[in-house]
């Protein structure tokens, strides 16, 4: 059942896959979540350092790092995968999509919960880190490269270091769209670049206006 879903929502999901064979076989986002329902079996029954090996095998086979006490929910979907890292209490909920480069991290030494959790069919964009004890809600799209360190609420686009919603809307895009979420950012950007032309302008103007009254009342 777990591996027949896994299969079917990478033959859903990514348009290069050509068999169920060819998945099985060659996509190490699927291997990585394999090991980790193994390591983390072993995690749940205090195995911790048998469960440590499974987790360094597979960072070895994959080039993904999922330590073996994160909580991934279904159908979790790791898209190219090399360089992404899931920390201890991080949790995924369903349908969650993390391309490659991901980091899900803490900020800092201390014990307990200090790992994001991400709800369902969250997308995290190339080479983004979400950091620290935080919640993305339902549906956030998190832009290739954003670093996110606050909490966001549900159908929330975010975008940038340190990563701000620039979108809240009911529509979703398609999970393989992030490059659209880039788009909202790049509006953003375009319209703070046109105030700040408007903001010089205005500055040259009272410049102007000074300039203006300085010599009135020398005169």
Partial sequence: MFLREQIQTIKREDPAA???????????GLHAVLFHKISHWLYLRRRYVLARLVSHLARFLTGIEIHPGAKIGRRLFIDHGLGVVIGETAEIGDDV???QGVTLGGTGNERGKRHPT??????????????GNIRLADDVKVGAGSVVVHSVSENSTVVGIPGRVVRTRAEALGTLEHGRVAEAGETESADIEQLNDRIRELEALLRLLLEDRVGQARG
Avoid: F
């Fill in 18 to 28: 050509k068999s169920d064979l060819e998945i099985l076989l060659c996509y190490p």
């Fill in 97 to 99: 999509l993390l391309y």
């Fill in 118 to 131: 991400l709800g369902n069919r969250v997308v995290v964009g190339t080479g983004a880190s979400v950091l």
